[in-house]
C-alpha cells in the first residue's frame, strides 16, 4: 500500500467521524468546536496539528504522479498556510472561525454532516482501492 493510499484512507475517516456528529447535535458540536478556539494557546495548537497532516499530505503526495496525489498536494499546501496563519496570526484566525461557524443554521450543520461524511467514506474507498 502506497503513502498516499494510507493518507488518503485516514484523511476520509478523519472527514467522516469529525463530521459525523453534527447529524445528530449539530449545536452541541458546534460549541464543542468553538471551544476548541478559544484561547490563542488552543489556536496555536490547532495549528501544529493542521500542520502535521499538511506535511504528511504533501510528502505523500510526493511519491505519485496521479490525479489524486496533485490534488492531495496542493490540498496540503494550502493546509500549511492556514495552519501557519493559526500559528502566526491566532486572534484573527480565531474571530474569523467564530465568525464562520456562528452563521451556519441548524439544518446547514446536518447538510454538512452528511455530506462530509459521505465524502469522507468515498475518499476512504478510493484509498482502499489504490
Known amino acids: ?14 472527514i467522516a467521524v469529525s463530521r459525523t456528529p453534527f ?7 458546534r460549541a464543542y468546536y468553538l471551544s476548541l478556539m478559544e ?5 496555536r495548537s490547532l495549528g501544529v496539528l493542521v500542520l502535521s497532516l499538511a ?3 504533501i ?6 504522479t496521479i490525479l ?3 490534488i492531495i498536494y496542493w490540498l496540503g499546501v494550502l493546509m500549511l498556510v492556514i495552519a501557519a496563519s493559526c500559528i502566526i496570526l ?10 464562520v461557524w456562528r452563521r451556519f443554521s441548524t439544518p446547514v450543520l446536518r447538510g454538512i454532516g452528511l455530506f462530509s ?5 468515498a475518499i476512504a474507498a478510493y484509498g482502499l482501492s489504490l
Open 117 to 121: 461524511f459521505v465524502a469522507g467514506l
Open 68 to 70: 489524486a496525489a496533485t
Open 39 to 43: 484561547t490563542d494557546g488552543r489556536m
Open 90 to 99: 491566532p486572534s484573527k484566525m480565531r474571530n474569523l472561525a467564530t465568525s
Open 23 to 29: 447529524l445528530f447535535a449539530p449545536e452541541r458540536v
Open 1 to 14: 500500500m502506497s503513502p498516499l493510499a494510507l493518507v488518503l484512507i485516514v484523511i476520509g475517516l478523519l
Open 59 to 64: 510528502w505523500a503526495a510526493g511519491t505519485q
Open 55 to 57: 506535511a504528511v499530505m
